[in-house]
C-alpha cells in the first residue's frame, strides 16, 4: 500500500499552557484515529531556509513547513480523507500538503 507524506503549513503557538495542553490533545486524538495508517508521526519544525540557484532565503518562503508524518491510505483521495482531520485544517489555522512518497531503487 502506497506512503503519503503529510507536510503541515501554519498553525499557531498556544497562548497558555493550558491550551497548549488542548491542542496536544486535539493532536493525539487524530493521530490515534489513523490506528496503524500512522507510519511516522513526525514532528514539529523549526523555521526553515530556502536554498535556490539565486541563494538562501532565510524566511521559509510563502508558506514555510511547520512539521510533517507519513501515512498509508489506500491512494491520494484516502490519505486526503485522513488529512481532513488534522486539527490545523478543523480550527481554520493551517493546511496539509499530501503527496505520495515514490520508492526509488539506488
Request: hydrophobic share 40%; aromatic share 6%.
Amino acid at each position: 500500500m502506497p506512503e503519503f507524506i503529510f507536510v503541515y503549513h501554519g498553525g499557531k503557538t498556544p497562548e497558555s499552557e493550558e491550551e497548549g495542553a488542548k491542542v496536544m490533545e486535539s493532536w493525539k486524538s487524530w493521530m490515534g484515529s489513523m490506528g496503524d495508517a500512522l507510519k511516522v508521526p513526525g514532528a514539529p519544525v523549526g523555521m526553515s531556509k530556502t536554498v535556490s540557484a539565486g541563494g538562501v532565503a532565510d524566511n521559509g518562503g510563502a508558506n514555510p513547513v511547520s512539521g510533517y508524518s507519513v501515512v498509508q491510505a489506500a491512494n491520494q483521495d484516502a490519505a486526503c480523507e485522513m488529512a481532513k482531520g488534522c486539527p490545523m485544517v478543523v480550527d481554520g489555522s493551517g493546511s496539509v500538503e499530501i503527496a505520495e512518497i515514490i520508492e526509488m531503487e539506488m
